[in-house]
């Protein structure tokens, strides 16, 4: 048979007796001196970014336009790394000027991106209603993006081109309206390594006729080899990923590890992480675990088409 004892019994306690101390003395993190200043009309831009609070993501955002701006004084990389969003909410003359002005050195995407990139260069518009294209049967199923596009991987992977290159080859030999809007041509016309990392199945160019598989293998592969290379040099320069999820932050990983198992070194590296949503990967594949034992990593969270234009003009007003 169970016994049950007596509850104890508590009273308040007394605070009579508390230890304090003088406020005077005390460690605090925020403080007058690092509070925003207020935009006067007519300011500049820098004095924009200048005026911010010296406090969390504003610290950030500085700290990460300086790494930026120092490791191309240094001469060393600035690689980035991208989904398709940032080229469907219309960042592509903003990537492309900051390739022009030498500040990106290369670029690294996932398979959607080489379809919108495509699409803006062609007719100046992309991004179809899914949902509505689902229902009829016909999403993804645009004639010229299947077929331009498969052409020039397989064309390119024959002439011994990754995917990044053959694309950009085409597009900036093509007599498209609105080629210059290509991220890929541009990096082709400037011969900076601009690669394609591709997951079969994922890609509306994959259910298309043309579309090869052993040509889209060995293109993406000669890409992953040719974006290890680049991360391979990475020591001193900043690594973006530009709003990819999975693909993106799994790549950069691997090729990090084949550089470090090389011998190379890529320990002082400023790793960079910006969505509208901090995920999983990216936390752990582009700012943690590259960094652990050496660098910096920063979170940058907001909307692509906010977020990276500031960078983009803080970055260049510091160059």
């Known amino acids: 048979m169970l016994k049950f004892y007596t509850m104890k019994k508590y009273t308040p306690v007394s605070l009579k007796k508390i230890r304090t101390y003088s406020l005077s003395k005390r460690k605090s993190k925020v403080e007058i001196a690092l509070a925003a ?48 969003h940032p080229i469907k909410v219309g960042l592509s003359p903003l990537i492309i000027d900051l390739m022009n002005r030498g500040i990106i050195t290369a670029i690294a995407t996932n398979g959607a991106c080489i379809v919108h990139d495509f699409e803006l260069s062609f007719t100046g518009r992309t991004s179809e209603d899914v949902a509505e294209e689902m229902c009829k049967g016909t999403f993804g199923m645009a004639k010229e993006t299947g077929e331009y596009i498969n052409k020039a991987i397989n064309t390119g992977v024959k002439n011994g081109y990754g995917i990044g290159k053959s694309l950009g080859e085409m597009i900036q030999n093509s007599r498209f309206k609105y080629k210059d809007m290509s991220v890929f041509g541009a990096a082709y016309k400037l011969d900076l390594p601009a690669t394609v990392h591709i997951a079969i199945g994922t890609d509306i160019t994959h259910m298309h006729p043309h579309a090869d598989g052993a040509s889209i293998g060995e293109g993406s592969l000669r890409d992953f080899k040719l974006f290890t290379s680049v991360v391979s040099d990475l020591e001193g320069g900043v690594y973006i990923n530009l709003g990819s999820a999975v693909i993106m932050p799994e790549v950069f990983l691997k090729a990090l590890t084949i550089a470090r198992n090389l011998g190379n070194k890529v320990e002082n590296i400023t790793t960079v992480n910006m969505d509208f949503i901090q995920h999983y990967r990216p936390s752990q594949n582009v700012l943690r675990r590259p960094t652990l034992q050496k660098g910096c990593s920063y979170a940058l969270t907001g909307h692509h088409e906010i977020m990276f234009p500031l960078l983009a003009a803080a970055v260049t007003e510091g160059i």
């Not at 504003?58 to 790394?81: C, E, H, T, W």
């Open 37 to 84: 200043i207020p935009h006067k009309p007519g300011k500049s831009f820098s004095d924009f970014i200048h005026n911010l609070p010296g406090i969390l993501a504003a610290k950030d955002f500085r700290a990460v336009v300086s790494a930026v701006v120092n490791a191309r004084k240094k001469k060393r990389p600035v690689i980035l790394g991208m989904g398709a």
